[in-house]
């Protein structure tokens, strides 16, 4: 009888841990990437090797990041803790200095416990290292950001260097800094020129750029047509034929290394593109992701393309769930943690019917001058946004305020010119408290809901919703501004404000 009990403990173990495979994972993350690729269907750019990717993943059509700010939203890639959770509430570098809780357990930390070795290659921009460390880092704190994040031979050889210094199984992760913008940069708006063959410039030996017109590029029509905006575009295409050629610099490497069939390899970047109505902005083109998810163990959904609503805080359980190994037990603050992610692994099998239909964001502060908190739900057909801070304009991050894309738009509207936006700069500033927009209808989000009749219902359960998620997560935002956070309970202010 004993024996029996044993047998049939070691099958439920079996089968809750049915998703983990043995092997390694790559996590890839592009700064400030959107969906300019053919796998998103965007004709006018090519991407052949991230086409190859997608070949041999599932894409998610629905991807979303936690927050749309690059510190921010690293953090939560690596903790799977929203950032009004793990205390990363804006940049890292500089005098912004902002960075997580000291008891907050990263990747790098919960992996190392269970003996995989972990690596860093390109951006971190994330602290304190005590949260994030890694057994072997190659990133902008030692080296030039340049060499590390955008030098793809460079990178594509400690690519190398990590995965041959030893054996066992092993979590990379390769942050590149390509496409995020280069102000003031002698290589242009977006790096365009780095080693692009000019004695200037340098050379890159494995990356071959590609160059687009300004009558080449597509203009999405959340950005205003105009010369300005497709030079800009231009740029970002020619720097993201670089990240798409290192893409396939690190797959080679996979294959010549023998760990092409034994790693899973995730593709998604930390927030919006770094234009208007984008980054730093939780509205559709500010919070949706490019996520690819490769397994050499689930190749049934190879090419195929998933509709279910994921989050880059579902990234950890992801991997943690690959390994095999728990979510620590450790509290912030007194209060136990937990994921309000979970696992994509299932989504590799078969599409799923319900569970994955809602995702969660939070936004505080970019740079440290730049406070201006938001709350979001998305669903499969609206978006419900709580700008918590609406009665001041919001702000704008320093490399969209000096981009060529916002300085047209702010010279033609100090001239009383046509923009050629969907909307003018006060609608832009000044924001509704609460924003709700049928995005199937709707997909610009130009028309706010939350005040007609007919939409209440829907708005008051989305607001019960939003709610909930912000206790679970332990909101400390979670009375703004109608109230004050005392002892878990909301004491009013009665003025006026939700």
């Known amino acids: 009888m004993f024996e029996l009990k044993t047998i049939l403990l070691i099958a439920v173990v079996y089968l809750l841990r049915c998703e983990a495979k043995s092997g390694n994972v790559l996590l890839i993350i592009g ?25 041999r993943s599932l894409t998610i059509k629905h991807a979303y990041t936690s927050v749309s700010s690059c510190s921010p939203s690293r953090s939560a890639i690596l903790t799977g803790l929203p950032q009004h959770q793990n205390g ?61 994040g955008r030098n793809i031979t460079n990178m594509k050889n400690l690519v190398h260097k990590f995965i041959t210094m030893d054996s066992g199984p092993f979590f990379l992760y390769v942050a590149f800094n390509d496409p995020h913008r280069c102000t003031g940069s002698k290589y242009g708006e977006f790096c365009e020129k780095f080693g692009n063959g000019s004695p200037e410039f340098g050379v890159i030996e494995d990356w071959k750029p ?52 034994d790693t899973l390899v995730i593709y998604s970047a930390d927030n919006g593109i770094p234009f208007p109505n984008a980054k730093t902005n939780l509205y559709e083109p500010g919070m949706g992701e490019p996520m690819l998810i490769s397994s050499p163990y689930h190749t049934s959904r190879w090419g195929e393309v998933s509709d279910s609503f994921t989050s880059t805080t579902d990234i950890v359980p992801t991997i943690l ?42 936004h505080d502060l970019h740079e440290v001058t730049m406070y201006y908190p938001m709350r979001v739900i998305r669903n499969q057909q609206y978006r419900l946004i709580h700008n918590l801070n609406n009665g001041a304009p919001y702000p704008i991050a320093l490399d969209i ?66 709610a909930k998620w912000q206790e679970a997560t332990d909101d400390p935002w979670r009375c703004v501004p109608g109230g004050v956070l005392y002892q878990g309970t909301c004491l009013p202010l009665y003025n006026n404000r939700d």
């Open 401 to 466: 305020m000096v981009s060529p894309t916002f300085n047209d738009t702010l010279h033609r509207t100090s001239e009383n010119k046509t923009t050629n936006w969907f909307k003018t700069l006060h609608q832009y500033y000044y924001r509704d408290e609460w924003e709700l927009f049928d995005v199937s209808k709707d997909p610009l989000e130009v028309k706010n809901l939350a005040k007609d009749v007919n939409y209440q219902n829907i708005l008051n359960e989305m607001k019960k919703d939003l």
């Open 210 to 261: 590609t160059y687009y017109s300004l009558d080449d590029v597509y203009v999405p029509p959340y950005l205003p047509d105009t010369p300005a905006t497709r030079a800009d575009i231009s740029a970002q295409y020619t720097t993201l034929s670089r990240l798409d050629q290192g893409i396939g610099l690190l797959l080679k490497e996979l294959e010549l290394t023998g760990h092409l069939n």
């Open 31 to 55: 700064d400030d990437d959107g969906f300019a690729s053919q796998v998103y269907n965007n004709t006018a750019i090519k991407t052949p090797h991230f086409n190859k990717l997608s070949e």
């Open 321 to 362: 769930n690959w390994f095999g190994v728990d979510f620590p037990k450790y509290k912030i603050f007194s209060r136990n943690v937990q994921l309000s992610g979970k696992s994509m692994l299932p989504l590799l099998n078969a599409e799923p019917k319900s569970g994955w239909n809602s995702v969660y964001s939070s």
């Open 88 to 148: 990363q509430y804006g940049l890292h570098h500089s005098f912004h200095h902002f960075q997580s809780f000291d008891k907050v357990q990263s990747l790098p930390l919960m992996l190392k416990s269970s003996g995989i070795r972990t690596g860093i290659i390109g951006k971190k921009h994330i602290g304190p290292d005590t949260v994030y460390k890694f057994d072997h880092e190659w990133t902008e704190e030692e080296y030039s950001l340049l060499q590390v």
